[in-house]
């Protein structure tokens, strides 16, 4: 899926730290598609095409990844609460656009921030609304971490900068306990859409529109790195029977990423779920130049069959319902 994680904001994602592969293709073959050399441009680069292909083109057997010095010395640490999930969202690409890049830079709304609190017993949620959590790595991670303190400050309520491991762990912790937290109010839809940095407040505002008309729960952490949002539903019931108030209100969230000059994934990958809104987002040439690229590959389509890829016609958005179907299709 060329997933990132938390530390995607200064190190990218899967794509940036592989060399080469050995894949097997749909005919039995082994191929060796990259680089083991620092440089290498011969030919189509398969390699890239190849991760983030959700297995629709070959299976992946062997992987050559590049290695990064281990972190040494200090990891300063910043967590800074605001008032809304706006001023959180300026304060981070006011970091973007200073050219600092942190190791991490997440941000909680409000629902996710009560639930992770909850969760690890750290009471974040009286103080403060949205919170932002800033680590620097590296070199000259001391002298980041203040002139990022000095961007964020004066946006937020409170903003404190720490040198103690042990703070700091406990913070990153409330992070990546926030997912489990939710999972334990019930179940889950986790959605994932990324925006241009810069429309990363106004995407907010539209989750959070969206669920005051369709009175649902959404808990939207964030990549504010890189404007990775993760609108994650919880309700009541079953996941393998989830209620039309909240495909519908997925369904809107897709349209508004795409709205804002985003894209329906930026990590989890299209799958099942989001294959008929390609070519919304692709457009009809595009997606049949994929199509056709997934055929030289997998010419008897008997890799991840169905996966990506809408069995029909591609048909632009007009509604989430109209777009998906019946759940049963899906």
């Known amino acids: 899926m060329n997933a990132g994680g938390l530390l995607c904001a200064k190190y990218g994602v899967t794509r940036e730290s592989v060399l080469a592969l050995n894949v097997v293709l749909a005919s039995g073959e082994l191929m060796e598609v990259g680089h083991r050399t620092v440089k290498g441009v011969t030919g189509y680069d398969l390699c ?46 006011a970091v973007t656009a200073a050219g600092i890049r942190p190791a991490i830079m997440e941000l909680l709304d409000r629902n996710m921030l009560v639930a992770a609190s909850n969760a690890t017993g750290v009471d974040l949620a009286s103080q403060g609304n949205t919170y932002l959590l800033i680590q620097t790595d590296g070199a000259d991670a001391r002298g980041e971490a203040e002139r990022i303190l000095e961007l964020v400050a004066p946006l937020a309520t409170s903003a404190e900068l720490t040198l103690d491991p042990e703070s700091a ?8 306990r926030g997912f489990p937290a939710l999972e334990a109010m019930g179940a889950m839809l986790v959605e994932d859409c990324a925006v241009p940095r810069s429309r990363m407040a106004d995407m907010f505002e539209r989750v959070e529109a969206i669920a005051a008309k369709y009175d649902v729960f ?23 029977a989830v209620p039309d108030e909240i495909w519908q209100s997925a369904g809107e969230l897709f349209e508004a990423a795409l709205e804002l000059g985003g894209t329906l994934s930026g990590e989890h990958g299209i799958g099942l779920l989001k294959r008929r809104w390609l070519g919304a987002e692709l457009g009809d040439t595009q997606l049949a130049l994929q199509r056709h690229i997934k055929a030289v590959f997998d010419p008897k389509g008997i890799l991840n069959p169905g996966k990506m890829f809408p069995q029909e016609h591609p048909v632009s958005p007009s509604g989430f319902r109209e777009v998906y179907g019946s759940r049963a299709d899906n």
């Open 218 to 240: 959404i808990a939207c952490p964030a990549h504010a790195g890189d404007g990775n949002l993760h609108p994650t539903f919880v309700f009541e019931g079953s996941a393998a």
């Open 169 to 176: 762990a406990t913070l990153v912790d409330v992070r990546r």
């Open 48 to 93: 890239a095409l190849m991760i983030g292909s959700e297995g629709t083109l070959g299976i992946i057997v062997e992987a050559t990844l590049k290695l990064r010095p281990a972190i040494t010395g200090e990891v300063p640490t910043i967590g800074a609460y605001f008032a809304g999930v706006r001023d959180a969202a300026d304060a981070s690409a």
